[in-house]
């Protein structure tokens, strides 16, 4: 017997026979993959509905075809085929990853585009570029895959884009949302947010009054009802704006001086006489930033301090934003940033709490300035600015009132993280103009005239839904109808898509062609003496950035440019006995920290170095610039 137990452990160590671990539960299926299914649900305990019939639109792209183009949008599975397919295409230039897990458990799939044989891209300046983060504003995310297409392409082709990837790294990631975004492009719901449930209304219910799509065609418009009772007559606050011979625009009023009320399609759910104020989700990644950060609605008990719907619990409470800061914090060598949106459309940027000029150092506000110009250069959009004035003013006058628009703070904003935080050029543009091309009755406003205009002549109409009766089970005889809000609203026709697309990524390439590049010069050695030795080395900036924001250096998110010198070890072990001896600098911290780099500027640092002995001793001489790079080259003395 013992003889058989014996070999049963030898046999069974041997690895000859061994079992396989399978789990009991079911494999978890996302509701986009499960062709079968005819509901999308979401994840989270809510008072409302987690399950919305699923609907394809023919604006989108839901299967991968072999050719990537861009006119019709893409879901995020589709966006992940392309960017494995590229990985597998362009490994030596591509690196692909997992950088997180969505609320839901989605992949949030990042990629690193650089040359890997010209150095790791941790050692060189960077980039980074992202869209997705509020769900429905997917044109962000198509000028993120559009960028990343035109970088792979055109590596080895256009010079500016191989010397870019070579020396630079671009982190790239389409898709900081995934939950939303799925939710967004398969059912008619036109969340911004992720779809971790939230108290919106703060009444103790989560998400219990969500949109409905009440006549059955996939899409959430408008209603507009009569007022014929004394009640809603004293609520009416649209007419039918009557600038426009259609009849199909509505403007607001003061309350009482309306002949319509107006909502969102859908239905009182919990009966508050409010629609669709507390749908799903509602938490908005784009205040969850820690840099002036502040509670969501009902969360200031004083009643007369600042609160940010949408805020979250907490900074960085949610995991998508929490993993964006934390992996940019982990990659100071980040200078340039674009996080994207829509539908301003305008190039955005801090500060988002005060006027420029009140907090931003004046050398970096005229980089800001600059590159607020070379964004317009590309886009040709109305307006490139700060959020705080330049956004919250760009009407001067409220329509309705008459009254000065005054600057308005936006609080956790991703922007001013960015700027005061980061230290970085950190951009949060805004694409798409619902159809607003030009001002065409010359008022001065791009607003839902000019759309129209611009839908009934150059877009066939299509962008708009005709007004049309409909008995609502609660508000009686209504009519359905206004502008598409996917495809026309929040982001446009998908005719329009690539112009939209590309414009904003040739901005970006654009600010990543600046970045800082230090060139750097052959190390030099000199013979001073017997033994003795004087090492040198200079760069030269020539980038269109220098290595660090003054705004950079007063947070302390980078450190000053610094050469060192590097030996075996033994050659330098003994002090005074040491056979290699640094003497210049005269300081037991034998590196020389020179400062920031300047844009155009040159800099040169030498050591002076005594030997002993005649034989041959191999050193290299180190430059380390947290924006800059780092760079290493090998010298000889007594060669």
Known sequence: MKNIIVFL????????????????????????????????????????????????????????TDQLTFDKYHTVDVMYHWYIKWAEQFPEIVDLYEIARSYEGRPIYQMTITNKKTGKDTDKPAAYFEGGRHSGEITASESILWLTKHLLENYGKDPEITHLIDSKAIYLRPQN????????????????????????????????????????????YQIRKK??????????????????????????????????????????????????????????????????????IGGDLTGRGYTQYGAGEAPLSEVESKATVLWILSHPNISVVNSMDTRVPMHLRAPSTSKSEERMYPSDLEIYKEMDQLGLSFTAYPWAGDVYETYA????????????????????HGPDFGYFYFGSIWYGDELWNNGAMKDYNGDGI????????????????????????????????VEIGGFHPKFFGQNGPPWQLENWAKKQA???????????????????????????FEVSISWKNVGGLPVALEQAKLVKIVQEDRVSLDFDKELTKGFEAAKVKIISPELYDKTIYSGYTDKGETKSVSFKVTVEGDEPVT???KLSSTRGGYFEQEFKLNN
């Open 506 to 532: 040739l901005f970006n390439l654009a600010m990543a062609k600046k970045l800082p590049e230090l060139e750097v010069s052959p190390v030099r050695v000199v013979k001073t003496g017997k033994g003795e």
């Open 619 to 621: 050193g290299k001489i």
């Open 446 to 477: 791009y607003d839902d005239y000019d759309g129209l205009v611009w839908d009934e002549t150059e877009n066939g109409g299509k962008g708009f839904k005709s007004w049309t009766p409909f008995t609502h089970p609660s508000l009686g005889e």
């Open 227 to 296: 007022a014929i009772t004394k009640e809603e007559k004293e609520k009416a606050n649209f007419i039918i704006d009557p600038t426009h011979p259609s009849g199909k625009l509505m403007k607001r009023v003061f309350p009482g001086q309306g002949e319509y009320l107006m909502y969102t399609e859908g239905i009182d759910n919990d009966l508050d006489g409010s629609y669709n104020e507390d749908g799903i989700g509602g938490l908005d990644l784009h205040r969850n930033y820690p840099e002036n950060w502040r509670p969501d």
């Open 177 to 220: 949302n995934p939950d939303g975004s799925n939710l967004y492009l398969f059912t008619e719901q036109r969340n911004r947010s992720t779809v971790k449930p939230h108290d919106n209304d703060r009444d103790g219910l989560l998400d219990e009054d969500p949109e409905e799509d009440l006549d059955g065609d996939g899409v959430i």
């Open 393 to 412: 003013t760009r009407y001067k006058v409220n329509e309705m009132t008459g009254d000065p628009l005054k600057p308005t703070p936006l609080f956790g």
């Open 9 to 64: 452990f030898l046999f069974l160590s041997s690895g000859l026979l061994y079992s396989q671990i399978r789990s009991f539960q079911k494999e978890h299926v996302f509701p986009e993959s499960n062709p079968n299914a005819k509901f999308h649900t979401v994840s989270g305990e809510r008072h409302g509905s987690s399950f919305f019939k699923k609907f394809e639109f023919p604006e989108v792209e839901y299967q991968p």
